[in-house]
């Protein structure tokens, strides 16, 4: 399996790899080609959903068509009948319907008559100067190294490294590169630097969290996109209600937001919801009703 560091994980097996066991394709080429291609037709004379020949020059759709194939070749050699039923219902809708969406998707400017269209490009994304995660507190809890271990013997077979040493390393290399955006297009918002906004730190670090988890299960790699991957970006990308609006819509980083003002509690308001709850709803009979 070819690994770019600086980008996004290649899953096409080369000629010269031996195919896993019992595996029905050999290649993610040929998942692409010889199954997913024309079991899920489109009608070029709708643009209902879109399609790119070359879609290998898309490193979402590399991401994506490799997680559906190895959640496929999964689910067909542990149970040929239900499982496969499974990722029909579960894993190809999903993908697929982020992939070809004609406004949203990576393919949304090619077209499956004409070709590729170099429209999308990786988000830009600063790094954050030196220190600066340390000194904010708050984002300790999120920006820790997951699951680290510095007893761990990297020689034992039940070591399993860090696919990125930080936040930074992820955003940067993994999540700007493979989810790219038409810069000429609203659909996403975005902001170089990410890192000063609250939210999307948080967001973007669990989702660096799940991925470190999961990425040494190519099989689950399906599992990442579909409940971590997708609904994070959702949220931080939202061109609307997302962080990165304001910053989207003057093309450079804005500080419009504040953070929401609290008023304090008044004395002997409970916050301590072990001793009961903080609101208690007014009982039958009481003159309150």
């Known amino acids: 399996m070819a690994v770019r560091r600086d980008g996004y994980r290649l899953a096409m097996l080369s000629d010269a790899e031996t195919p896993e066991p019992r595996r029905v394709f050999a290649s993610l080429d040929a998942f692409v080609s010889e199954y997913l291609t ?3 037709q489109i009608d070029p004379s709708r643009n209902v959903h ?3 020949p070359d879609w290998w020059r898309h490193p979402e759709a590399v991401v994506r068509l490799s997680a559906m194939w190895e959640a496929f070749e999964y689910a ?3 149970d040929s009948s239900s499982g496969v039923s499974q990722w029909h219902l579960d894993s190809a809708p999903l993908h ?3 992939l070809r969406d004609p406004k949203r998707g990576p393919f949304s400017r090619c077209s499956p008559v004409d070709g590729h269209v170099d429209a999308v490009v990786p988000m830009k994304a600063a790094a954050a100067p030196g220190g600066f995660w340390t000194g904010i507190p708050a984002f300790s809890v999120y920006t820790d190294t997951p699951d680290s271990d510095p007893d761990a013997d990297p020689d034992s077979d039940d070591y399993l490294p860090l696919a990125y040493e930080s936040l930074e390393e992820f955003v940067v290399l993994y999540v700007a590169a493979v989810f790219q ?4 297009s609203d659909v996403h918002a975005w902001c170089p630097y990410w890192w000063k906004h609250a939210e999307a730190v948080t967001r973007l670090a669990a989702m660096w969290h799940a991925y470190e988890r999961y990425h040494h299960r190519p099989a689950e790699m399906s599992t990442w996109l579909l409940r ?6 959702d949220l931080v990308r939202d061109p609307v209600h997302g962080p990165f609006a304001g910053c989207a819509a003057a093309g450079r980083h804005v500080r419009a937001l ?6 304090p509690l008044p004395p002997g308001v409970r916050t301590d919801t072990h001793g009961g709850p903080l609101f208690a709803p007014p009982a ?3 003159d309150a009703l």
């Open 38 to 40: 024309r079991v899920f």
């Open 50 to 52: 879109a399609w790119c």
């Open 76 to 78: 067909r050699g542990r």
């Open 96 to 98: 697929l319907s982020a």
């Open 181 to 184: 955006t038409d810069p000429e």
């Open 228 to 233: 971590y991957a997708d609904p994070a970006l």
């Open 258 to 263: 504040i953070d929401m003002p609290v008023i």
């Open 284 to 286: 039958p009979g009481d």
